[in-house]
């Protein structure tokens, strides 16, 4: 349970600085169960806490969770250079909230990508130490083979990586597409780790994340959803990847 004024609610969900929202108020332009509130001196109960601005329906978030199905030409980065940003695929309250993507799925990956403005969310789901398993499909160039197979799960060298890299499970799904998993997340791994195996990844798309399936979400490309506290609960061990 936490109560907060009303200008800091709406500061709090991205919809702008303290002095904004509370003009914003102040005009009227927010409401809560149907009745204009433009008081910003008494504290109101976030916990369930819905409210209209601009006629659109809101639900106080103390932290957002987001998974979308990111399409083709949109980059992770903060500053993208070459295409937009994933973050411009979102409501503009996420990118003032400081909704960060977990981890980086390059401009041409599609699939899974979780946000959130989390910061111990963001670093468990990306460090390496909490091992939480990634699916990607990779469609290949050359003919998916059983040596190929073998040598990503017994792991490849990479150029700048001391070892070798070495998938969790690799499966061949048909002649030109196999699954990945990993639980590392280095820098263009999986295309890195086909071209040291002589093969060549035409395109990827990242189809889980640890016990969530992005074909369970029924997400188009360019969708997302809020993920609630049981879709949460399958991005925590134990993982059953292919059990
Ligand atoms: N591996 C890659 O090569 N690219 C991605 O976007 C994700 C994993």
């Known amino acids: 349970m936490s109560k907060l004024t009303l200008d800091r609610i709406l500061h709090t969900q991205g919809f702008g600085t303290r002095k904004w929202c509370r003009s914003l108020i102040n005009a009227g332009d927010v409401s809560i169960a149907g009745q204009v509130v433009t008081d910003t001196n008494t504290p109101i109960e976030t916990d369930g806490l819905q409210f209209t601005i601009f006629d659109e329906l809101w639900t106080y978030r103390a932290q957002v969770y987001i998974a979308l199905n990111k399409p083709a030409n949109f980059e992770c980065s903060r500053k993208p250079s070459h295409h937009p940003g994933v973050l411009s695929i979102l409501p503009d309250q996420f ?6 993507p977990v981890g980086r799925l390059d401009h041409d990956t599609t699939g899974l990508l979780l946000m959130s403005d989390d910061g111990a969310f963001i670093h468990t789901q990306s460090s390496p130490k909490h091992h939480v398993p990634k699916v990607y499909v990779a469609t290949t160039y050359a003919p998916v083979t059983e040596a190929l197979i073998e040598l990503l799960l017994k792991g490849v060298k990479l150029h700048d990586e001391p070892a070798p890299l070495a998938a969790e499970r690799c499966e061949r799904l048909d002649e030109h597409h196999l ?4 639980e590392q997340g280095k820098y263009h791994q999986v295309k890195r780790m086909l071209a040291a195996a002589e093969n060549h990844c035409t395109a990827l798309n990242r189809s889980q994340i640890g016990n969530l399936k992005l074909a369970d979400l029924g997400l188009a490309p360019g969708e997302w ?7 949460l609960a399958l991005l925590a061990p134990p993982f059953s990847i292919g059990d």
């Open 225 to 231: 959803c809020y993920l609630d506290a049981d879709r």
């Open 179 to 182: 699954s990945i998993v990993l």
């Open 95 to 100: 990118t003032l909230r400081d909704v960060q």
